[in-house]
């Protein structure tokens, strides 16, 4: 394999997708009581998680895969992630304690969100901004993935796969376990314990998984001569494009159906709060997998533009969109007023803090 391996057009709009999911979900969550009986489809927003973790999986392996070693990988990730959620994280501390309720708890709960520790322990995990605990899972996975690949596995892909592996084996079992001790716990309880990194192994597996078809995929796509592009390669691609749709089809509605009518009743279900969340970023794996084959040509859309455009500053409507809401929900009461100046305002604030901030860490680390 070559690690100058091209890059994927599009495929931003994943990330656009994920974002405007998860702001359906919360706008949901704080309307739902004023808005019409179909706007229950919004309540499976939250599946934009699951993408966001496949896409990770995905995105993380391919920049390991071409870094030159642990230091120039984590160069990139803190560039990325530490910033922002840091620094909007201190803001809303700052904000909610109003410089006066100041304790020991109030200041380690500040700290748990600095170090990103946040989404680990029940007492911090829904605190100063809620959406952040999956940032600090993520933070926990760009650091367990470069051990595995480079300290354990040598960067051999066969053992790499036979450790993640295990791992997500370990996952299911975590799960199962989970199941036969949460009977008397609180809805909340269950959901922060499940959502741990170790429960949601599975999902990042499926995105590094897919990171090594693209691989093989693009390494095969040069090895290939025009002739035999133009015959064979291309018809299979089309029915291989057919299969991964109808799959990732078949997993999504599956996975959705079953998050519309039981909402987080779910878990009381065994198989399902072992399997859901995997169906979903099953149905996420296959849906990225057929974008591979997509023609760049049919990437170019209009719709296509629009979610790459808001994939571009996806970090920053996922930590600001909930703050937003909140203070949104607070002073307007219709919901629709309430949506088109929430999700403006999440865009206006996105798009500056993409610009004339994240940039600026991203640049300082590139010199």
């Known amino acids: 394999?070559?690690?100058?391996?091209?890059?994927?057009?599009?495929?931003?709009?994943?990330?656009?997708?994920?974002?405007?999911?998860v702001f359906l979900f919360h706008y949901w969550s704080f309307y739902k009581e004023d808005l019409p009986q179909w706007t229950k489809i919004f309540s499976i927003g939250h599946i934009g998680v699951d993408l966001f973790f496949v896409l990770s999986g995905f995105?993380?392996?391919?920049?390991?895969?071409?870094?030159?070693n642990f230091i120039s990988y984590f160069k990139k990730r803190?560039?990325?992630?530490?910033?922002?959620?840091?620094?909007?994280?201190?803001?809303?501390?700052?904000?909610?304690?109003?410089?006066?309720?100041?304790?020991?708890?109030?200041?380690?709960?500040?700290?748990?969100?600095l170090f990103f520790i946040n989404g680990f322990f029940p007492q911090w995990y829904h605190t100063i901004n809620p959406v952040t605990w999956s940032i600090s899972i993520e933070m926990a996975f760009y650091l367990l993935l470069p051990f595995i690949w480079i300290f354990f596995a040598k960067k051999n892909i066969k053992k790499f796969f036979i450790i993640f592996s295990s791992l997500v084996f370990l996952s299911f079992l975590y799960r199962s376990g989970l199941f036969f001790i949460f009977e008397d716990w609180s809805a909340e309880k269950r959901i922060i314990f499940s959502e741990q990194?170790?429960?949601?192994?599975?999902?990042?597996?499926?995105?590094?998984?897919?990171?090594?078809?693209?691989?093989?995929?693009?390494?095969?796509?040069?090895?290939?001569?025009?002739?035999?592009?133009?015959?064979?390669?291309?018809?299979f691609k089309k029915y291989q494009q057919i299969f991964l749709f109808s799959l990732s089809f078949l997993f999504l509605s599956i996975s959705s159906f079953t998050f519309y009518f039981l909402q987080s009743d779910f878990r009381e279900i065994f198989f399902a709060q072992i399997f859901l969340h995997f169906i979903t970023a099953g149905g996420f794996f296959f849906l990225l997998w057929w974008f591979l084959f997509v023609s760049d040509e049919k990437k170019n859309?209009?719709?296509?533009?629009?979610?790459?455009?808001?994939?571009?500053?996806?970090?920053?409507?996922?930590?600001?969109?909930?703050?937003?809401l909140s203070q949104v929900s607070k002073s307007i009461h219709s919901p629709f007023l309430g949506f088109f100046i929430g999700i403006f305002l999440t865009i206006i604030f996105s798009y500056f803090s993409f610009h004339?901030?994240?940039?600026?860490?991203?640049?300082?680390?590139?010199k």
């Open 301 to 324: 859309n209009f719709f296509m533009r629009i979610f790459s455009f808001l994939g571009s500053i996806s970090y920053g409507i996922y930590i600001f969109h909930f703050p937003i």
């Open 59 to 68: 995105l993380i392996m391919l920049s390991l895969y071409r870094s030159e």
């Open 197 to 235: 990194l170790w429960g949601r192994l599975d999902q990042f597996f499926l995105g590094i998984f897919l990171a090594f078809i693209t691989l093989k995929y693009q390494t095969s796509i040069m090895k290939t001569d025009e002739k035999k592009k133009s015959e064979n390669f291309l018809f």
């Open 356 to 366: 004339f901030f994240e940039k600026w860490f991203l640049k300082k680390r590139k």
């Open 1 to 21: 394999m070559k690690k100058n391996f091209q890059k994927i057009i599009g495929i931003d709009a994943f990330r656009g997708l994920a974002a405007v999911l």
């Open 78 to 113: 803190i560039a990325r992630i530490a910033p922002l959620a840091m620094g909007s994280s201190l803001i809303f501390w700052v904000i909610t304690t109003r410089l006066q309720n100041f304790s020991f708890e109030s200041i380690s709960d500040l700290f748990a969100h």
